[in-house]
C-alpha cells in the first residue's frame, strides 16, 4: 500500500506542478479542479446514496461545477461587464438552496426529501464552494506561489503525521472517529507544515535566488499560516473521516492507487485553500 501511495504521488505531482504553474493558453488549475471537484461530487452522492438518502445527483454536480468556475479570474473577466459579481455567489447560493427543495416537493417520494435537501445542498458547498477558494487564490498576485504555499505544507503535514505517526504513535487522536491517528503525528504534522512554509521567505533554504519566495509574507507570519495550516487540514481529514464513518465505507473511492478516491485525497487541501485565502484578504492586503 507504502509503495502504491509513492509510485502515485511520484506520478501525479508533476501534472498538478504544471497545472498551477501555467496559465495560458488556457487555466489549466482550473480545468484540473474542475474535473477533480466534479468526481469527487459524484463520490460524495454515490455513498449518500448508498446510505438509503438519495440526493439531487445531477443538480448537485452541475452546481458544483459552477461553483469551482466562479472562483477563476479570467472567467469572471469575461462576465464583468454583463453581470455584477458581488451577485454571483449569493445568487448561486439561492438557486443551491430553493431549486433542490422544489424538486424534492414535486418528487412522488416524500420520505427522507428534507434529509436528501440538506445532502444535495452539503456536496455543492463541501467540494464546489471550498475549492473555490484555491482557483480564487490562484488568481491573486503572487496566486501562484500562494496555490503551492497551501498544497505544499498541506503534503509536509500529511507526510510528517503519517510516518511519525505510524511510527512513534502512541496517543489517539481520536478514536471514535479515525483509530490510527495520534497525537504525535499530529504535532508533527504541524511541525512539518511550518518547516515548510520557511521556503517561501526569501532568505530561508534559497539564499540569493527563490522561485517560490512570497514577499509581502515574513518569517513570521509564514511559520503562522503553516500552523494554521496543518491545524485546519487535519480537522478536515478528520472531518472526511467522520463523513466516511456515517456512511459505513472506509475509502471514497478506487480511482487513485494507494489513496482512495478524489474525496479522501481533498479533505485537507481544501481547509488549506481557504485559511490562506482569507489570510491573504484579511491580514496581508
Known amino acids: 500500500m507504502l509503495k502504491k501511495r509513492v509510485i502515485t504521488a511520484l506520478c501525479g505531482l508533476p501534472i498538478l506542478i504544471a497545472a498551477i504553474w501555467f496559465d495560458k493558453p488556457l487555466p489549466w488549475f482550473t480545468v484540473l479542479l474542475a474535473i477533480w471537484g466534479v468526481l469527487a461530487a459524484l463520490e460524495f452522492y454515490r455513498l449518500v446514496a448508498a446510505a438509503k438518502v438519495p440526493p439531487l445527483t445531477y443538480f448537485g454536480l452541475v452546481w458544483t461545477l459552477l461553483f469551482i468556475l466562479s472562483g477563476d479570474a479570467s472567467l469572471r473577466n469575461i462576465i464583468e461587464p454583463h453581470f455584477d459579481l458581488n451577485l454571483m455567489v449569493p445568487l448561486l447560493l439561492t438557486i443551491a438552496v430553493v431549486v433542490p427543495l422544489i424538486g424534492l416537493l414535486l418528487r412522488p417520494q416524500k420520505a427522507e426529501a428534507f434529509t436528501s435537501w440538506a445532502w444535495t445542498l452539503a456536496g455543492i458547498l463541501y467540494v464546489g464552494w471550498l475549492l473555490s477558494f484555491l482557483i480564487a487564490l490562484r488568481g491573486e498576485q503572487d496566486g501562484r506561489n500562494l496555490v503551492f504555499f497551501a498544497l505544499f505544507t498541506t503534503f509536509a503535514s500529511d507526510t510528517a503525521a503519517f510516518f511519525v505517526g505510524r511510527a512513534w504513535g502512541r496517543r489517539k487522536l481520536a478514536p471514535s472517529i479515525s483509530p490510527a491517528k495520534t497525537w504525535e503525528g499530529a504535532i508533527a504534522g ?96
Open 190 to 285: 504541524v511541525g512539518g507544515a511550518i518547516l515548510i512554509s520557511l521556503i517561501f521567505i526569501p532568505g530561508h533554504f534559497f539564499s540569493w535566488s527563490n522561485p517560490l519566495h512570497l514577499p509581502h509574507v515574513g518569517s513570521w507570519s509564514a511559520m503562522l499560516l503553516g500552523l494554521f495550516v496543518s491545524v485546519l487540514g487535519q480537522t478536515g481529514d478528520l472531518a472526511e473521516s467522520l463523513f466516511k464513518r456515517n456512511m459505513g465505507v472506509k475509502d471514497s473511492g478506487k480511482l487513485i492507487p494507494g489513496h482512495g478516491g478524489l474525496l479522501d485525497r481533498m479533505d485537507s487541501v481544501v481547509f488549506a485553500g481557504v485559511v490562506v485565502y482569507w489570510y491573504l484578504v484579511l491580514v496581508i492586503r
